[in-house]
């Protein structure tokens, strides 16, 4: 199946409609509530959690014995929050500091997740295969059932997220204000924990619990670099994060031995490297330019200064000076004598240049704290 | 216990100190995280290294993979130079592409790779002891014994040629530049010898694991010493512990081996954790109360101090006045009667000779805040002893 075909079959194809709606969705959440992870300088407890769900799929499925989505994703949900709150009470307790307790969760859990799997394996139980799904994700498991859970999870947190909007932003940016104006900032602080917690466990089905930290950043790390304003950045993350999601499931359905987890992950990073290049406010390449211009302009007024400081000796400020003496300066070339000439700062007559009224009055307030409109 | 167990152990024991050595300058340099980062994105380097050499024990491979995770490393910092992102991002960002890279080559080669998912994440140490090195004909033992004790001698060398700048650059950077030791060799040192570990001990334990092995024994160290000697014994000891109950808890569950290592280092973590003498939960929790209390007393001291008329002084206005719960309030009256501060007559407060004094002195060290004023006082009272 080619990605055409991909994109023709699914307006017929109920099983594809549902799992692109459902990797769209599972985008848009991740993008949401990772836009806060991301600037709340969280990124990376979004990989410590989703690491340490794993062992609450793997004691979910002991404990009931089945596989049904929604008791292993609570497990995971569970199993979530204890390395989140245990994270925080390693860092707030002890000197151990939060890379350290980020690392220690992540790998701790993980391990004894692996351990309860591979036990599971050697289990009699025939109900056993496809646990290991949870690793990397599988798109392609997704029932319509899995794609209302993920609809009802983002419409709840949607309506959180409106409801505490006003308390979420001022957290955010200002958490000391917050606290000032009586906020209940530590209520706040678990909310959005909380959140960012369920975007990552309804995730885990179709991306993985390997992978899914760089759901949540990918997208909202490409966002940030489009907007200063957190509405557009959570807007555009989950655009970012529901493309990301719909062309990561094409691409992996297209081929058989790929997992849907990677392949969205490296969807998202195109976009990430697509707006680290290419956004206009803070990428790199119009960061360049904007440097290159920078020097330019100022190379050249260095020259008008040069020249300023010569032209000012004389009665008639205009009188026409040989290009030759400039020769003892480093800063011009043919071409910016003539940019000079552009912005109508000097005249060139054949070997000689003169300072124009405009450029002596452009060279004169150089250094003068005065206001300039250019 | 038949051969291969021994080697296995063995083995598991080997991985366990080559990780732990790195893993406790990594803790203190609170770049932990970046182990983690380095164990992922090493995957492509590996797999590419594999269609090279065809064997997941060459030192080629090795060295290929080892170079991945430097540019790892280079490439955080220099996402990070940008200023796009915020420092933890540009690593939650990088490992997992790369990782992704790898798995999905894993996949569309997988007829050519002996190499399947499982075994990156939890690698095959069952299988380590019937990879036989072979020299001339003569079987000398498992490869990758061979191969991580190779990492583990140069681990060490390195590590006693250079503990001192080792430890200054770790502690005091600034110190170290003027030394004329500079940190960015040492960073790089440091990163290196990471790479080449996290890369030999991946066969053995998986690419997450690893990231156990190295963080999980310096941190556990870290709560038990502030001493960097200590703390390196500490954690080699915490690391070979954890290799070889981690192998009978597998043996008993029939599960993965790495699996268990981590889940016997995360037991081990828990309890320290908990239990640590100085630094562990509850002996924190423990202080916060009596600090707590403590402060309580002062309060209580200085109001007295305050108001010589008797309703002031009453026991029962007490709990009113300074709003505190009648539990709270027994107790911190009974501190005070039990050292000799108070006196209670017709359950009127007032401040004995010593209480007075001893008020009279924390009032001028909380006026000027002078720590030589409190320095006799940490002897004779059981007060700020901090």
């Not at chain 2, 500079?182 to 694991?209: E, K, N, Q, R």
């Not at chain 2, 004094?357 to 940490?378: G, P, S, V, W």
């Given at each position: 199946?080619t ?37 709340r ?7 410590a959690?989703?690491?340490a769900?794993?062992?609450g799929?793997?004691l ?21 929050l ?12 002890t ?27 050697k ?32 419409g ?34 678990i ?24 759901m ?55 976009f ?86 405009t ?16 | ?98 990782f ?65 700048e ?6 005091d ?18 990163m ?76 081990v ?13 509850l ?43 009648t539990v ?19 359950d ?21 805040n ?17």
């Amino acid at each position: 199946m080619t990605i055409s075909e991909y994109f023709d079959l699914l307006w017929n194809d109920y099983t594809l409609r549902t799992i692109t709606l459902g990797t769209a969705v599972l985008g848009a959440t991740c993008g949401m509530l990772g836009s806060f992870a991301v600037l709340r300088k969280q990124s990376l407890l979004g990989d410590a959690i989703s690491h340490a769900a794993l062992p609450g799929i793997a004691l979910a499925f002991l404990i009931t014995g089945a596989k049904d989505t929604n008791v292993l994703l609570l497990g995971a949900l569970v199993s979530g929050l204890i390395g989140t709150f245990w994270i925080r009470g390693i860092t707030s307790k002890t000197h151990l500091k939060s890379d350290t307790a980020l690392g220690l969760i992540l790998s701790l859990f993980f391990g004894f997740g692996m351990l309860l799997l591979t036990f599971i394996q050697k289990q009699p139980n025939a109900n056993q295969a496809g646990l290991d799904k949870y690793l990397f994700g599988q798109a392609a498991t997704l029932v319509e059932k899995d794609v209302q859970l993920m609809l009802i999870v983002t419409g709840i947190s949607l309506f959180v997220l409106l409801l505490f909007w006003k308390e979420f932003k001022i957290l955010l940016f200002d958490a000391d204000y917050a606290k000032t104006l009586g906020f209940n900032t530590k209520f706040i602080d678990i909310l959005i924990t909380f959140f960012i917690v369920l975007a990552i466990v309804i995730g885990l089905q179709t991306v993985g619990v390997v992978l899914m930290s760089a759901m949540l950043l990918a997208p909202a790390a490409a966002a940030r670099q489009w907007t200063n304003s957190l509405g557009v950045m959570i807007v555009l993350a989950a655009v970012f994060g529901a493309f990301s999601g719909v062309f990561g499931t094409a691409i992996s359905a297209t081929e058989d031995s790929l997992s849907t987890g990677p392949v969205i992950v490296l969807v998202a990073a195109v976009f990430v490297l697509f707006s680290f290049i290419f956004s206009p406010g803070r990428g790199l390449l119009f960061r360049e330019i904007r440097f290159r211009n920078n020097r330019r302009d100022l190379q050249l007024k260095k020259t008008l200064q040069f020249m300023y400081g010569i032209a000012k000796d004389h009665e008639d400020i205009s009188h026409p000076h040989a290009i030759r003496i400039l020769n003892n300066f480093q800063g011009f070339t043919k071409k910016s004598l003539q940019r000079l000439e552009e912005k109508d700062w000097i005249q060139l007559f054949g070997q000689q240049w003169a300072l124009t009224q405009t450029g002596f009055e452009e060279a004169k307030n150089l250094f003068s704290q005065k206001p300039n409109d250019d | 216990m038949t051969s291969p167990q021994i080697e296995i152990q063995l083995i598991a024991a080997v991985v366990a100190v080559a990780c732990a050595i790195p893993g406790v300058f990594l803790v203190l340099r609170k770049m932990a995280l970046i182990s983690d980062a380095i164990s992922h994105s090493i995957l492509p380097g590996i797999v590419a290294g594999f269609f090279i050499t065809q064997d997941l024990n060459s030192p080629l491979l090795i060295l290929l993979a080892a170079l991945t995770g430097v540019i790892t490393v280079v490439l955080v910092e220099a996402i990070q130079k940008t200023g796009l992102v915020k420092e933890d991002t540009a690593i939650g960002l990088v490992f997992p592409a790369l990782f992704s890279i790898g798995v999905i080559l894993i996949a569309k080669n997988a007829n050519d790779i002996h190499l399947d998912i499982d075994a990156v994440l939890l690698g095959e140490l069952a299988f380590a002891p019937f990879d036989r090195l072979l020299i001339s004909g003569m079987d000398v033992g498992p490869k990758s014994l061979w191969l991580m004790g190779g990492v583990l001698i140069i681990t060490v060398v390195l590590l006693l040629l250079f503990f001192k700048e080792l430890k200054i650059s770790t502690f005091d950077v600034g110190l170290s530049s003027a030394m004329g030791i500079s940190p960015v060799v040492m960073h790089y040192g440091l990163m290196s010898v990471s790479s080449i570990t996290v890369v030999g001990a991946f066969d053995a334990v998986g690419a997450i694991l690893v990231v156990a092995l190295i963080i999980a024994p310096s941190a556990t160290a870290y709560l038990l010493t502030s001493d960097l000697r200590r703390m390196l014994w500490l954690s080699i000891g915490f690391g070979v512990f954890s290799a070889i109950g981690g192998y009978w808890l597998a043996h008993i569950l029939d599960a993965s081996i790495s699996g268990s290592m981590t889940t016997v280092l995360g037991i081990v973590f828990l309890l320290v954790y908990l239990f640590a003498p100085k630094k562990g939960l509850l002996s924190v929790l423990y202080r916060q109360k009596q600090q707590r209390t403590e402060v309580s007393l002062i309060t209580f001291l200085l109001h007295l101090n305050n108001h010589s008329e008797e309703t002031e002084r009453h026991i029962n206005h007490l709990t009113e006045h300074i709003n505190w719960q009648t539990v709270r309030a027994k107790t911190v009256l009974e501190l005070a009667l039990k050292n000799n501060m108070i006196t209670i007559a017709n359950d009127i407060v007032s401040l004995t000779e010593k209480g007075t004094d001893f008020t009279n002195r924390a009032l001028e060290y909380i006026i000027t805040n002078k720590d030589d004023r409190i320095e006799h006082m940490k002897d004779d009272f059981f007060l700020f002893r901090g």
